[in-house]
């Protein structure tokens, strides 16, 4: 996490990439799932930008989980988001926390990516849903990124789509995956 230690700034000026069809978008997909107590996590979720988005958007209360307590600072004290220091894959909430979970341009920094999946199934209730939106790893572009990424030290385990599918329907989660714009997809999926 050394990159995104000393990257904190640039993300806490520039994370805001959001525009607001997309935000309607993905406030779209998690919909569906969220109940009475309407509860999203974040993971990776770094400076909350998209989390207070979405937490406008569709009335959630949005907890952002991530291992950088830097990118944690840039969460407002005084805003509807919480910003809780953890991992995908040893996450400190009970069982059961929440309606959803969402994870965007993360997933493929996961080091324990099975691990991260059972995690998303044990706080995410029964019938609840699981968004990831990632980068395709096909073609030229994405194949420097992911070289680029390995050389910073991160993991930079990608899924294409379709093996993205299979991966959350193997460990529990069942779903489906679409191209959403350029090299971006995502996986909308159902915890049994």
């Given at each position: 996490m050394g990159f995104f230690n000393w990257a904190a700034p640039a993300f806490g000026h520039f994370a805001d990439r959001w525009s607001p069809e997309s935000?309607?978008?993905?406030?779209?997909?998690?919909?569906?799932?969220?109940?009475?107590?309407?509860?999203?996590?974040?993971?990776?979720?770094?400076?909350?930008?998209?989390?207070?988005?979405?937490?406008?958007?569709?009335?959630?209360?949005?907890?952002?989980?991530?291992?950088?307590?830097?990118?944690?600072?840039?969460?407002?004290?005084?805003?509807?988001?919480?910003?809780?220091?953890?991992?995908?894959?040893a996450m400190p909430f009970p069982d059961d926390s929440f309606d959803a979970v969402i994870v965007t341009d993360a997933f493929h920094h996961f080091r324990d990516q099975p691990g991260a999946v059972s995690e998303f199934c044990r706080v995410v209730?029964?019938?609840?849903?699981?968004?990831?939106?990632?980068?395709?790893?096909?073609?030229?572009?994405?194949?420097?990124?992911?070289?680029?990424?390995?050389?910073l030290g991160e993991p930079g385990a990608f899924f294409t789509p379709d093996a993205m599918c299979e991966f959350m329907r193997v460990h529990g989660i069942a779903g489906n995956c679409a191209v959403i714009r350029g090299v971006s997809y995502r996986f909308v999926g159902t915890v049994r």
């Open positions: 935000i309607d978008e993905i406030s779209g997909w998690l919909e569906p799932y969220l109940g009475g107590e309407r509860r999203v996590l974040d993971v990776g979720g770094g400076t909350g930008a998209l989390a207070s988005r979405l937490s406008e958007s569709t009335g959630a209360r949005v907890t952002v989980l991530d291992p950088t307590p830097e990118m944690l600072r840039y969460i407002p004290d005084d805003g509807p988001i919480e910003g809780v220091v953890g991992t995908a894959e209730r029964t019938g609840g849903g699981v968004l990831v939106v990632e980068l395709d790893p096909a073609g030229v572009v994405m194949r420097l990124i992911v070289l680029g990424e390995k050389l």
